[in-house]
């Protein structure tokens, strides 16, 4: 009797994150409609609207059926539920979200290649097998730009605040979201956080669309736009992407935008908590934000003189050229006005390189972020000097704020794992056939969130397999979760009672 009576913890928590799943899927299944909404304003033909209402029905149906059957089971959610239910969050909605594309048969995606344009978009990648943008109907177009926008703050950050009006509480959730380095909550309550973050996202989105249609776009390319580049994702409505429009003002506005996404959301926070006063001093007195401009004025400076000097194109065209690709590829957006994968010399790579450092932290950019990566910079100072003077002590400090020991552990742990997640993942692609450019450029294009890689991934992804698709989709959700949070769920201790 004792035995027979006796519950184990696990599978009520298991209850409590199958709960937490079901509400988000279902809440995600009213994404679908707005697609629809766009259709019928824009005159899609019925055959372009069906995916949608079916994938509608099939994913609020799933929802519902994991909700109800564990609607009564309330516990207070814990650390290692919250990193669960963030990486079965963005692999359902990864898998739900390709439904349109592969039930849109005019598309003939395969299920593999719909999950993979699905979690391209999702996890703001930019990555696309889709070829003939120009001539799909705007339901499916805006439905592929809308993907992003609600990527790139995070679904998760979304729910955070909303799951408190359904009894479910968020702070977990954050902690799995944002791991390792971050400052902290903006606001004493969570859900009040969440709130201002996706308050200065819509201004953001909704300053770009305006600046992007006053500058000539089209009122729906203006809007489907300035989702992908607020949420840094690179996707656009046309085959040429950004170099489509031929134009500079427009490419300059893409610019500013990208450079302003790809800065911490606490900074934002900061300087406009008292608005109309816009205090700007909070940005120049942040380290990290200093070295995300110094390195992109670094590479602008390098890539244009580069570009002048090999006289691919005069010096104005080249400083053009350059701000927009380095901006678009470092912050990891993706967009392009050029095939800068046929520039001459070191320039692809280079470019592709500036992505591993990527955005801020708590921005909407991907790779390992930039304070990260200064982190790394500023131990390998410490270690150069200890060699020439092993007694003395030095601290690492990220503006007036000295690092702990631990942090730099985090750090280093990170970059390991990184490195590691990449060379399997490179092997991988390799073993199935890929040439080392087009895989080691697919696998860190991927991985650090950009888009458009190197060799036959440089245009599009349509020549790969479904295995490359599947291993590029694990390596889009390493990166957009910043790897410890899915690598955890490997560990044999994460699933230990």
């Not at 409505?237 to 996404?261: C, K, N, P, W």
């Amino acid at each position: 009797m004792v035995l027979s009576s006796r519950v184990s913890p696990i599978p009520v928590q298991l209850r409590v994150v199958q709960r937490v799943v079901g509400v988000l899927l279902t809440l995600f299944s009213i994404t679908m409609i707005t697609p629809v909404l766009v259709g019928i304003a824009y005159g899609d033909q019925v055959h372009a609207l069906t995916p949608f209402i079916r994938a509608f029905l099939a994913t609020v149906a799933v929802g519902l059926l994991l909700y109800l059957p564990v609607r009564n089971y309330e516990t207070e959610l814990r650390i290692r539920d919250g990193f669960l239910i963030v990486v079965l969050f963005w692999a359902v909605l990864g898998i739900f979200g390709g439904l349109p594309f592969y039930l849109y048969s005019p598309l003939d995606l395969s299920v593999a290649s719909a999950v993979f344009e699905s979690m391209s978009g999702l996890t703001t990648t930019g990555a696309t097998l889709i070829v003939g943008l120009d001539l799909l109907p705007k339901s499916i177009l805006f439905y592929r730009q809308q993907m992003q926008w609600l990527g790139g703050m995070g679904i998760i950050v979304l729910a955070v605040a909303v799951l408190p009006l359904l009894g479910i509480g968020g702070q977990q959730l954050y902690k799995a979201e944002t791991p390792g380095i971050n400052k902290g909550k903006l606001t004493p309550r969570i859900a009040s956080t969440a709130k201002a973050l996706w308050y200065i996202y819509l201004g953001l989105t909704i300053l770009c669309a305006v600046a992007y249609w006053a500058a000539g776009m089209t009122f729906f390319d203006a809007v489907s736009h300035s989702f992908s580049t607020v949420a840094i994702g690179g996707f656009s409505t046309h085959d040429r992407s950004i170099g489509y429009f031929d134009s500079t003002a427009i490419e300059m506005i893409a610019v500013v935008f990208m450079l302003i996404s790809g800065v911490n959301f606490a900074l934002h926070f900061a300087a406009t908590r008292h608005l109309p006063n816009l205090n700007l001093r909070h940005y120049w007195k942040d380290e990290e934000f200093r070295t995300y401009i110094y390195i992109a004025l670094t590479l602008t400076v390098v890539t244009s003189s580069y570009l002048f000097i090999t006289e691919t194109s005069e010096w104005r065209k080249s400083i053009r050229d350059a701000l927009f690709h380095v901006v678009s590829i470092g912050t990891t957006t993706g967009f392009t006005s050029e095939e800068y994968f046929n520039w001459p010399g070191f320039l692809p790579v280079l470019l592709l390189f500036a992505s591993f450092a990527g955005g801020c932290a708590g921005s909407t950019g991907g790779g390992m972020k930039v304070v990260r990566v200064l982190l790394l910079f500023k131990q390998g100072q410490r270690e150069l000097h200890r060699m020439l003077h092993p007694y003395s002590t030095v601290v690492v400090k990220v503006g007036r704020t000295t690092m702990p020991s631990h942090m730099i552990d985090v750090v280093w742990g990170f970059f390991a794992s990184y490195v590691v997640v990449l060379a399997v993942m490179l092997l991988l692609l390799m073993a199935a056939g890929l040439d080392q450019e087009s895989a080691f450029s697919a696998v860190v294009a991927c991985l650090n969130n950009l888009g458009p890689g190197l060799g036959i991934v440089a245009a599009n992804y349509s020549s790969l397999g479904d295995f490359e698709l599947g291993v590029l989709c694990f390596a889009m959700l390493f990166g957009r979760l910043e790897i410890f949070t899915l690598l955890v769920l490997f560990t044999p201790a994460f699933w230990k009672y």
